[in-house]
C-alpha cells in the first residue's frame, strides 16, 4: 500500500487515486534563461523516479512537466544577449534535456510550454475576474484578491494577518491589498504582449500553472509536485487560482489531493545560492563526476530531506556505486521481470510504497550486492540489476562502468588525487604490472602496488584463476 507525505495534510496518506488504475502529475519546471543547477536536478531525478515507480506498481501516469519561457529574467537575459527570446529559451531548453538525460531522467510525457497556452490563462483569468475572485487595476494589470479566496495560506499554513504584517507597503501599488499578486501585466515598451480584454500584456508567473494542469489533467488531479522554495508563494496561489476559478456555485473545487516538496540542496551545509558564491550547474558537477553517481548521491537521500553537495559526499557515491557495478562483474546477469515476492524485493517494495523511501531502498540493492559476492548467484545480481533499473541505475554492463570513467579512480590519501595532482590510476593496468613484479620476484613493487590500488579504495583478490578487483 502506497503512502504518500501530503503537504498540505502534513501526514503521510494512503494512496487512492481518483481513478482507479491510473495517475495524474504535474511538475513545476525549469524557467529557461540560464544553465539549470542542482537544485533542477534534484527535482527532475526525484519526480522522474516517483514516475517510474508509480509505473512500475502497475499504474497508468501522465506525467506533465511545464516549461516557463516568459518571464521577467527571460526578457531580460534576452535583452542582455542582445538575442531573441526564443533563440535564448531554446538554447536553454536543449540544455536541459542534454542534462536531464545525461541523469537519465526520462522525458514526461507532456511538457507544454507557457507562451503556447497564453489563451487558456486570459481565458482562466477572466472566470476569475467574473467570479469575484480578481480585478482589473488602473494600470492594466489584473490582480488577484487573496482576501477573496477563504483557504488561502493552508498549503504554507501561513495566515493571511501575519503575511500582510511582513509585506512591504508600495504606495504607489495599484492592488487593492498587499497581498494580492498579479494575473496580468500590462505591456512595456520592447517587450512581447498578446491581446487580452484589457488591452496588450502578458501573463503573471503563477497563472501558467493553474492553466496548463487544468488543460492536461482536469479540474483535479492526483499529485502536484515541486521544490519546497515553490510551495509559498507559487503554489498556494496556484490552489487559489485553480479552485476558485473552477469553483461551482461558490463552492471551491480542490485542485490536487496530493502535494509532494523535494527538500532543499545544501553546499557543505550552506544553502546553494548565487550570492554565496556555492552555485553549481549540472554540466559543472558532470565535468567533474560520473552522471549515474550524481543520480545515486540524489537518490541516497530521502527526498524531502536536505541534500547536502560536497565533494566527499559526491566521492562517496562513486565509491558505493562502484560497489554495486563491481558485484555484478563476471555474473551472468539477465532481464527479467521481478518477482516480487522475493524476500529483497518485498523489502525494496516496502521501501518505496512508504513515501518513496530511496534511501532504504538501497540499502536492499547493497543487502544483495553483498549476497552476490559470496554466492555469484546468478539470480540474486539480475535481481540486484533489475531492482536498481527501477531507480534508474545500473542500466550499464559492470565492465563498461568499472572500466570506464569510474575505472579510472583519482587516488590520494582520501582515495582520490594521487599526489595531490590529476594523474589518473587505471586498476587494470596496474593489475598486470603486480603480476609481472611478482614473476620477477619483485615482491617489494608488488606490494607497493597493492597497498597504491587500497589506498584508492581497490581491494585485491588473488584466485587460482587469476587477480580480480572489488571496491573496499
Request: with cysteine; glycine share 6%; hydrophobic share 40%.
Amino acid at each position: 500500500m502506497l503512502k504518500i507525505y501530503n503537504t498540505l495534510a502534513r501526514e503521510k496518506q494512503k494512496f487512492t487515486p481518483i481513478v482507479a488504475g491510473k495517475v495524474s502529475m504535474y511538475v513545476c519546471g525549469m524557467t529557461v534563461y540560464d544553465y539549470c543547477h542542482l537544485g533542477h536536478a534534484r527535482v527532475m531525478v526525484v519526480f522522474d523516479t516517483v514516475s517510474r515507480w508509480l509505473r512500475a506498481s502497475g499504474y497508468d501516469v501522465t506525467y506533465v512537466r511545464n516549461v516557463t519561457d516568459i518571464d521577467d529574467k527571460i526578457i531580460k537575459r534576452a535583452n542582455e544577449n542582445n538575442e531573441t527570446i526564443a533563440q535564448l529559451t531554446q538554447r536553454f531548453i536543449d540544455a536541459m534535456d542534454e542534462d536531464s538525460a545525461k541523469l537519465g531522467v526520462l522525458r514526461p510525457d507532456i511538457e507544454p510550454k507557457a507562451t503556447e497556452f497564453v489563451g487558456g490563462m486570459v481565458t482562466m483569468i477572466a472566470a476569475l475576474i467574473e467570479k469575484g475572485f480578481a480585478y482589473p487595476a488602473a494600470n492594466g494589470d489584473v490582480f488577484y484578491s487573496v482576501s477573496s479566496f477563504e483557504g488561502y495560506g493552508k498549503l504554507s499554513g501561513k495566515s493571511l494577518e501575519d503575511l500582510r504584517a511582513g509585506e512591504r507597503v508600495d504606495v504607489d501599488s495599484f492592488k487593492r491589498d498587499p497581498m494580492d499578486f498579479v494575473l496580468w501585466k500590462a505591456a512595456k515598451p520592447d517587450e512581447p504582449s498578446w491581446d487580452s480584454p484589457w488591452g496588450k500584456g502578458r501573463p503573471g508567473w503563477h497563472i501558467e500553472c493553474s492553466a496548463m494542469s487544468s488543460h492536461h489533467l482536469g479540474e483535479r488531479f492526483d499529485i502536484h509536485g515541486g521544490g519546497q522554495d515553490l510551495q509559498f508563494p507559487h503554489h498556494e496561489n496556484e490552489i487559489a487560482q485553480s479552485e476558485a476559478a473552477h469553483s461551482h456555485d461558490g463552492e471551491p473545487c480542490q485542485m490536487v489531493n496530493y502535494w509532494m516538496h523535494n527538500g532543499f540542496v545544501r553546499v557543505d551545509d550552506e544553502k546553494m545560492s548565487k550570492s554565496l558564491g556555492n552555485f553549481f550547474t549540472i554540466r559543472t558537477v558532470l565535468d567533474k563526476y560520473d552522471a549515474e553517481v550524481v543520480r545515486f548521491f540524489i537518490l541516497r537521500a530521502h527526498y524531502r530531506s536536505p541534500l547536502n553537495y560536497s565533494d566527499q559526499h559526491l566521492d562517496d557515491a562513486k565509491l558505493a556505486l562502484t560497489r554495486l557495478y563491481t558485484a555484478l562483474r563476471g555474473v551472468d546477469v539477465v532481464d527479467a521481470n521481478i518477482d516480487w515476492q522475493h524476500p529483497h524485493a518485498q523489502r525494496f517494495k516496502q521501501a518505496m510504497d512508504d513515501d518513496f523511501n530511496t534511501p532504504e531502498a538501497m540499502a536492499v540493492l547493497f543487502d544483495l550486492a553483498n549476497e552476490v559476492n559470496k554466492s555469484k548467484s546468478a539470480e540474486a545480481a539480475s535481481l540486484l540489476k533489475n531492482l536498481a533499473g527501477v531507480l534508474g541505475l545500473l542500466s550499464r554492463h559492470s565492465d563498461d562502468f568499472l572500466q570506464g570513467k569510474s575505472n579510472a579512480i583519482n587516488a590520494s590519501a582520501d582515495g582520490y588525487a594521487l599526489n595531490g595532482n590529476a594523474e589518473m590510476l587505471n586498476v587494470d593496468d596496474l593489475i598486470t604490472k603486480r603480476l609481472e613484479a611478482k614473476k620477477a620476484r619483485n615482491f617489494a613493487e608488488a606490494d607497493r602496488i597493492r597497498k597504491e590500488l587500497a589506498d584508492a579504495g581497490i581491494i585485491l583478490e588473488d584466485t587460482p584463476q587469476g587477480t580480480t578487483w572489488r571496491a573496499a
